[in-house]
């Protein structure tokens, strides 16, 4: 069983940055791939980024390509989503969630464990 917690998210000007971050209980997070999916208001939950467990490889949904930088420390636990140059677009519910496959998936369906989410809003 492993546990989630985001935290980071708030209110933020266009252009500007914040870091995510997703606390996971359990010995065993250094076994599994990481995500972070959002969800705006009235649209599904969509795929934003992904990590392998080796932290090797990532994987970016084309929109945030090249602005998003996704990173874990398996010694703490944690993951981070670095979200530089944001734009109102990026507005929604992030959730990080877990895979115990430990490959990286882009699929709500494929992950195993969610957080309970946290609020971005990027304002123009």
């Known amino acids: 069983q492993v546990q989630l917690v985001e935290s980071g998210g708030g209110l933020v000007q266009a252009g500007g940055s914040l870091r995510l971050s997703c606390a996971a209980s359990g010995r065993t997070f250094g076994h599994y791939a990481m995500g972070w999916f959002r969800q705006?208001?009235?649209?599904?939950?969509?795929?934003?980024?992904?990590?392998?467990?080796?932290?090797?490889?990532?994987?970016?949904?084309?929109?945030?390509?090249?602005?998003?930088?996704?990173?874990?420390?398996?010694a703490k636990n944690t993951v981070y989503l670095q979200m530089n140059s944001m734009k109102p677009g990026d507005t929604a519910v992030y959730y990080c969630a877990a895979d115990r496959s430990g490959y990286i998936h882009y699929v709500v369906g494929d992950y195993d464990y969610w957080g309970q989410g946290t609020q971005v809003t990027v304002s123009s």
């Open 40 to 74: 705006a208001p009235g649209k599904e939950r969509e795929f934003v980024a992904a990590i392998t467990w080796t932290g090797d490889t990532t994987y970016y949904a084309d929109s945030v390509k090249g602005r998003f930088t996704l990173y874990r420390d398996n």
